[in-house]
């Protein structure tokens, strides 16, 4: 068994706790590479019979659970326990949730060949029990039982919650709400406010905290807009990672938010030329014990299920954090989700900035006056309000399969997708990445859309016109030509901004407000 320690799980924050923060976990990204080569080095293999990481409730969740499932007891001597500080107290090493921890159960006459190859990767490892018939958990404290108690209760048998759920109040009188409620702000003015977004905003300010190029595999960067992709060196193929989630969706429509989180991460690992193959999710809300918030977490569970069976990306991992309030008020639903896809070949990773002056630019999908809880309303009104558009998984797939295929017969010279603050923040996000302007003017039912936040959608530097559109009509999803690439001016419809203002704008706004706070 691998170990480290601490302590930690969900709760609220307020004033007279508020010294509990720093004792949230810390990810150490090295020691977690280390104890997973290891334990790949562990599965080629017949020296164990299971294993299991320690996430919620460390020790106490691992062992109950593994013991539960194959209806088996447990001894451990916890005063074998590695531990990184003095005087902790049992209950402490059955309830820490320190990282980079795995539980292991080795058969029996070859517990030192296991210690031997955690060693070899300079982790610690101890032999702390054995597996008993008794059907209970003993524990021990040098020497003394200190617990003894039966598995099946807190594991296979645990009673179950069924919380009472209850739909919030304050849906039913912000469902109606629209733009038109509104007085009207001309589009310049508009896009000015939105791409003054720290929400919109490059973040390389966070990213430069950490070196992401160790190994020499990153192939697009975090930041890159879209997904991350790292680079599988022993086949030539590559991984691409996307993590999203829209809380103000979330917020007017707990379902289809959580369902959305799913389509834009996987959307958003298409735009990349990969596959989308699963998801691992943090499910992160208020106090349960609200029924309206038990509400929403169970309607986010619903929306991600039925997301994830729809696209055909099964979640294989996650968490939950609940309790996540201040002085009584809760978080917006925040179901968050990490999609993770596979491109066969690596050197066919599509960028998501402009790459050639003159290029056609397209735009995927179809558009509509889609703003409920949109950064239009956010930013101009100070709204979060109306209602979220329905995903057309049918459409959602389409788009996925036309980028894919695109990319492998070298239609696309880049792809972004459309999602926060619509076609014209897309296009300058774009734009401030490459450092070339663009030229685009489409028709819209309304002069607004241009920031309407409709799913399913893209933008993409075409490099072979006739044979993208041909295969996106035999797909059978909308591809409009909608300008082209070039010149050292942002123009979208009646928005025009100099390449060196948006620059300016992106890439220096996010740390102008976090630096205040500093």
């Not at 190994?215 to 999203?244: C, F, H, W």
């Amino acid at each position: 068994m691998v170990w480290v320690v601490a302590v930690m799980a969900s709760d609220s924050f307020t004033e007279a706790n508020k010294s509990l923060r720093p004792t949230v976990q810390v990810g150490d990204p090295f020691a977690e590479k280390l104890l997973l080569e290891a334990c790949l080095e562990l599965f080629k293999t017949d020296y164990i019979v299971g294993i299991q990481d320690m996430g919620a409730a460390g020790l106490t969740s691992s062992s109950f659970e593994m013991a539960g499932r194959s209806g088996s007891g447990m001894i451990m001597h916890l005063d074998k326990v590695p531990a990184r500080e003095e005087g902790m107290q049992p209950f402490e090493f059955m309830l820490s949730e320190s990282q980079e921890r795995m539980l292991i159960c080795a058969k029996k006459g070859y517990e030192d060949k296991v210690v031997d190859i955690f060693r070899k990767w300079d982790l610690n490892a101890e032999i702390i029990g054995e597996v008993t018939a008794t059907g209970n958990m003993e524990l021990f404290w040098h020497g003394e039982r200190v617990a003894n108690m039966p598995v099946q209760p807190v594991s296979e048998q645990a009673p179950i919650y069924d919380r009472p759920t209850k739909e919030p109040a304050y849906l039913a009188s912000i469902k109606n709400t629209t733009i038109h409620d509104f007085a009207n702000v001309e589009n310049q003015k508009a896009f000015d406010a939105l791409l003054n977004s720290v929400e919109v905003s490059d973040k390389t300010w966070i990213f430069n905290q950490y070196d992401s190029t160790v190994q020499t595999n990153t192939i697009k960067a975090p930041g890159s807009l879209d997904a991350s992709v790292i680079r599988i060196k022993e086949n030539g193929k590559a991984l691409s990672m996307s993590s999203d989630c829209n809380p103000r969706y979330n917020y007017i429509d707990p379902k289809m938010g959580a369902a959305a989180a799913v389509a834009e991460s996987g959307r958003n690992v298409a735009m990349s030329g990969a596959r989308p193959l699963a998801i691992t999710d943090c499910l992160n809300y208020g106090n349960p014990e609200n029924p309206e918030v038990m509400w929403q977490f169970a309607q986010g569970c619903y929306g991600i299920k039925e997301a994830c069976a729809k696209l055909n990306t099964p979640v294989v991992s996650g968490n939950v954090s609940l309790y996540n309030e201040t002085n009584g008020v809760g978080v917006f639903p925040t179901p968050a989700i990490v999609m993770v896809g596979l491109n066969d070949n690596a050197n066919k990773t599509l960028p998501s900035s402009f790459q050639k002056e003159g290029a056609s630019i397209y735009l995927l999908g179809d558009t509509k006056s889609d703003f409920g809880a949109s950064l239009y309303m956010k930013e101009l009104y100070g709204k979060v309000e109306g209602t979220l558009a329905e995903l057309d998984y049918d459409k959602e797939l389409k788009l996925w399969e036309l980028v894919i295929e695109a990319n492998k017969k070298g239609y696309l010279n880049a792809a972004k997708d459309v999602n926060v603050g619509g076609i014209a923040i897309a296009l300058a996000k774009m734009v401030a990445k490459s450092k070339k302007g663009v030229i685009c003017k489409f028709t819209c039912n309304d002069a607004r859309d241009i920031f309407a936040e409709s799913f399913s959608r893209a933008l993409v530097e075409v490099n072979d016109d006739a044979g993208f559109v041909a295969m996106a009509k035999t797909i059978g999803l909308s591809a409009v030509k909608i300008g082209t690439v070039g010149g050292n001016t942002f123009t979208c419809n009646d928005v025009s901004k100099s390449v060196e203002a948006i620059c300016e704008r992106y890439f220096n706004r996010f740390a102008e407000v976090i630096e205040q706070d500093i």
